[in-house]
T-cell receptor, first 114, second 112 residues
Framework: GAGVSQSPSNKVTEKGKDVELRCDPI?????LYWYRQSLGQGLEFLIY????????KSGLPSDRFSAERTGGSVSTLTIQRTQQEDSAVYLC????????????FGEGSRLTVL | TQLLEQSPQFLSIQEGENLTVYCNSS?????LQWYRQEPGEGPVLLVT?????EVKKLKRLTFQFGDARKDSSLHITAAQTGDTGLYLC????????????FGKGTKLTVNP
């Protein structure tokens, strides 16, 4: 498809397990963002990639969170030893570079930690 | 501390009414955007403003960027039920960073 694709769309896991969330951005978009959204709330910035490097990873909540991007395309957000407070919708967006760049969002991955 | 403060947090109005939502900060932004999000979907861009004092219109929606580039407002005229959604402002702070930070949003419900 032509849009941002995220998988899985829903993930239920047990506390303490690791999870991986995947984002496939729009082809040609050099910038990729990860955000977290709790129920009905705004978007909490997690990390931003320009190509394969992450100039700003200031939003990662703890060292249990990590992300990588390969080939300037697909990105994976990994959460180790999940906690109940990690439950949220994780949104990925991509954009062309620039301070006025529009972010195109995927539909998100809903994570529930039991 | 939230970089972008949005108000009101919730707004419920009748179809046909006018409304304004606000986005405020103590920081200066190189650009500011408004997004609209519907349940189960990602946010979708409505407008980008970059110049202090700029006013942009999108049908019944009017967006203003403050002269000092620290605040913005969204005014909707004659609201319709299809305007229901979460309205989010987002900005890039001055200094060249491409990190986009979002406010917590205004949840608008337009009742028939």
């Amino acid at each position: 498809g032509a849009g941002v694709s995220q998988s899985p769309s829903n993930k239920v896991t047990e506390k303490g397990k690791d999870v991986e969330l995947r984002c496939d951005p729009i082809s040609g978009h050099t910038a990729l963002y990860w955000y977290r959204q709790s129920l009905g709330q705004g978007l909490e910035f997690l990390i931003y990639f320009q190509g394969n490097s992450a100039p700003d990873k200031s939003g990662l909540p703890s060292d249990r969170f990590s992300a990588e991007r390969t080939g300037g395309s697909v990105s994976t957000l990994t959460i180790q030893r999940t906690q109940q407070e990690d439950s949220a919708v994780y949104l990925c967006a991509s954009s062309l570079r620039g301070i006025t760049g529009e972010l195109f969002f995927g539909e998100g991955s809903r994570l529930t930690v039991l | 501390t939230q970089l972008l403060e949005q108000s009101p947090q919730f707004l419920s109005i009748q179809e046909g009414e006018n409304l304004t939502v606000y986005c405020n900060s103590s920081s200066v932004f190189s650009s500011l955007q408004w997004y609209r999000q519907e349940p189960g979907e990602g946010p979708v861009l409505l407008v980008t403003v970059v110049t202090g004092g700029e006013v942009k219109k999108l049908k019944r929606l009017t967006f203003q960027f403050g002269d000092a580039r620290k605040d913005s407002s969204l005014h909707i005229t004659a609201a319709q039920t299809g305007d229901t959604g979460l309205y989010l402002c987002a900005g890039r702070t001055q200094g060249g960073s491409e990190k986009l930070v979002f406010g917590k949003g205004t949840k608008l419900t337009v009742n028939p």
